[in-house]
């Protein structure tokens, strides 16, 4: 069983940037297709950003597209997701997951979660 755990979230102001980083362990990720998600309190986990396991496929949400970027390194079996231009409502705990359906995306195996916060 993969244990993910999520890092590099904090407080930050709008239009900085922050990249969170999500560490496997347990086996390896690079059989799995990953996803980052983010929910904020009263709301639904609403997805982010997935990429496949060899990382050629990459989606966004509307909502992030063009600000957000996700990668991985399989050698590292880390997922990661570079957060540009950062506006208050990407306010969230973000959390990373293992995919047991691409599209829509659903997660399988979850991490902790990491807090952002956007000061406007």
């Known amino acids: 069983q993969v244990q993910l755990v999520e890092s590099g979230g904090g407080l930050v102001q709008a239009g900085d940037s922050l990249r969170l980083s999500c560490a496997a362990s347990?086996?390896?990720?690079?059989?799995?297709?990953m996803g980052w998600f983010r929910q904020t309190p009263g709301k639904e986990r609403e997805f982010v950003a997935t990429i496949s396991r060899s990382g050629a496929t990459k989606n966004y949400a509307d909502s992030v597209e063009g600000r957000f970027t996700i990668s991985r390194d399989n050698t590292k079996n880390t997922v990661y997701l570079k957060m540009n231009s950062l506006k208050p409502e990407d306010t969230a705990v973000y959390y990373c997951?293992?995919?047991?359906?691409?599209?829509?995306?659903?997660?399988?195996?979850w991490g902790q979660g990491t807090q952002v916060t956007v000061s406007s």
């Open positions: 347990g086996r390896t990720i690079s059989s799995s297709d």
């Open positions: 997951a293992t995919l047991r359906q691409w599209y829509p995306p659903v997660g399988n195996s």
